[in-house]
């Protein structure tokens, strides 16, 4: 066993080069979410990276593995995305607003320039948005949607994104070229039963 047995732990999260994973741990106080580092070789050892007060996950690596992109969820309105320096410690908000924003996902872009995320910010619907980490200016990529975007993945390659949306009941998924900005790739269509 990795940890206490008593605290609250969850939400491992594996370093791209697979050597180290984090998770969030209640066993400071039993309360707040510290996001933990261990290494694979050792992983009793594991390591506290970020102890502030609420509730903290470690969402992403960025692609060289230097930094973490963390989560601060408030409430199901209202969550902040940060990106952590593992070394430094430094934490810099992502897409930093006066609006209250809930956030369902983010994941940072292989290009290592930018982190898309679903939020619904300056709306009624969750959208994907792209954030420029260099500019701090974020773009809908799925701006005509009436529905909202659940989850997300990129592809290895990190030339395309593949969403889902529920449009009235029915899970569709959308695909759509990274490089060709964000042009929507159409799907063959499967029957359903």
């Known amino acids: 066993m990795l940890t206490d047995g008593e605290s609250r732990n969850g939400a491992i999260n ?7 994973f984090t998770y969030y741990t209640t066993k400071r106080n039993g309360k707040d979410w510290d996001v933990y580092m261990a290494d694979i070789k050792h992983p009793e050892k594991a390591v506290p990276v970020l ?10 690596w960025s692609p060289d593995d230097k930094q ?5 969820y408030v409430s199901a309105n209202e969550s902040y995305f940060h990106i952590l320096d593992i070394k430094s410690k430094k934490l810099t908000p992502v897409n930093p607003s006066k609006q209250k924003i809930a956030y369902v996902g983010a994941s940072y872009a292989k290009n290592r320039k930018g982190i ?26 799925t ?6 975007v659940s ?10 994104i593949a969403y ?5 009941g029915i899970d569709k998924v959308h695909l759509l070229n990274i490089k060709k900005e964000y042009k929507e790739v159409k799907l063959p269509e499967f029957p359903l039963g």
């Open 51 to 60: 102890e502030p007060e609420g509730t903290w996950i470690a969402v992403d």
């Open 164 to 168: 889902s949306v529920n449009e009235g």
């Open 68 to 72: 973490l992109l963390v989560l601060n």
């Open 151 to 160: 989850d997300f993945t990129l592809s290895d390659d990190g030339n395309f």
């Open 116 to 141: 898309f995320l679903v939020s619904d910010e300056g709306g009624e619907y969750q959208h994907l948005r792209y954030y420029d980490i260099k500019s701090q200016k974020s773009k809908d990529i």
């Open 143 to 148: 701006p005509n949607l009436k529905w909202n």
């Open 14 to 20: 594996w370093s791209n080069k697979g050597d180290r």
